[in-house]
């Protein structure tokens, strides 16, 4: 193409050439022209001249020490100066201070805690107040929990915080109760770092008491919780639930009573007696002979079992003899009368008795048995 100078769009192609050369000649020539001062050896973009670490590629310049030597090549960062190293610089050849923003250079640890005595808050406590609250371990009462008060009710020592809490527990009788029984709750409770000091059952009939070892009546059957809470005198609390079930239970039917009803003072009468129980529980006898010698009772027996017992009668008379029965629960039958007459006719044969048994309501023979 042929170049006219008279043409400016030819003058301004041939200027627009000339200075893309010129900068592609300098940036090819640039390292041979660069001054002492221009030059970045670890190329992060900071000239040498200003690079804290020129060998070293750190483009933060981080210089925690403030000592001119970029931490990444500094072999000894050290804050407070004292010619121990901060933990956590791998590049570190000097000895690691244990109290690295304070001057400590003779890095005296008596608690040998790894914590320098000029930075340690319990300096003779290895365990520098792990609770962090303010009360080194060595005089707090509670180490491991949160106690700034150091609040110990029973001032044994140990503060209420690291108490143990009391474990709730109880125990009642009978084990089946039945509608209007009396149970007896007992507090079988062990203490943990404190004495005993409140009581709380709850019997789930929408009453309660605050009475160690309360008793209780429920008046309808059914399943009731009951629940005991206990606190000691370091404010501690626990508490135990257990299910108590009121059961229906119906008294024993009346019991039988035979044997004689008339027989001679001395002889010994042999009398069987038996009773049955709705509920099938257990049955004791009480047995009243009526000539104020003593009462029997006997038990317990399987309901509907047969039992024999022998009596006599030292004096002449009329005696009602009176059976009642009384289920494990304390529920008692009706009572039984037997009337067993004793004559006054001392020469009376016993072979004749039943005899006697038949006509003694004859008048020429009723002054004779009563």
């Avoid at 590049?91 to 640890?109: F, I, L, S």
């Avoid at 257990?242 to 039917?253: A, F, H, M, S, V």
């Avoid at 003593?294 to 059976?323: C, F, K």
């Avoid at 004749?352 to 002054?367: C, G, W, Y």
């Amino acid at each position: 193409m042929k170049i006219d100078l008279k043409n400016k769009y030819h003058i301004a192609m041939i200027l627009i050439v000339s200075v893309v050369c010129f900068m592609s000649a300098m940036v090819v020539l640039s390292p041979y022209t660069r001054g002492p001062q221009d030059k970045d050896a670890d190329k992060d973009t900071i000239a040498d001249a200003q690079d804290n670490c020129p060998n070293v590629p750190n483009s933060d310049q981080s210089d925690v020490d403030d000592d001119g030597t970029g931490d990444v090549c500094d072999t000894c960062t050290d804050t407070d100066g004292d010619g121990y190293g901060n933990p956590g610089y791998p590049r570190n050849t000097c000895r690691e201070d244990n109290c690295p923003d304070t001057e400590n250079a003779n890095q005296t640890d008596r608690d040998q805690d790894r914590v320098g005595d000029a930075c340690d808050t319990c300096p003779q406590d290895p365990l520098n107040d792990a609770d962090n609250d303010g009360i080194c371990g060595g005089v707090d009462n509670c180490p491991s929990e949160y106690n700034p008060a150091q609040s110990d009710a029973d001032a044994d020592g140990t503060g209420d915080a690291c108490e143990l809490p009391p474990q709730a527990q109880f125990t009642y009788v009978p084990s089946e109760p039945i509608r209007g029984e009396i149970i007896q709750f007992t507090d079988t409770t062990t203490a943990g770092g404190g004495m005993l000091q409140q009581w709380q059952w709850i019997f789930g009939d929408n009453t309660s008491s605050s009475e160690q070892h309360p008793t209780h009546q429920y008046m309808s059957i059914g399943v009731y919780t009951v629940q005991l809470t206990v606190t000691d005198i370091n404010g501690k609390v626990n508490n135990i639930s257990k299910q108590l079930t009121i059961i229906r239970n119906d008294p024993p039917e009346i019991p039988t009573i035979i044997g004689p009803t008339i027989g001679i003072t001395g002889e010994q009468y042999r009398y069987n007696l038996k009773a049955t129980d709705p509920d099938g529980n257990l049955l004791f006898y009480t047995i009243d002979w009526g000539d104020h010698t003593r009462t029997e009772d006997l038990g317990p027996y399987a309901s509907g079992q047969e039992i024999s017992i022998n009596h006599s009668w030292s004096i002449p008379g009329r005696y009602m003899v009176q059976v009642q029965t009384e289920d494990t629960h304390h529920t008692q039958s009706p009572t039984t009368v037997l009337l067993v007459r004793i004559p006054q006719l001392p020469l009376l044969n016993p072979l004749f008795i039943d005899f006697f048994k038949q006509v003694h309501q004859l008048p020429f023979i009723r002054p004779f048995y009563p």
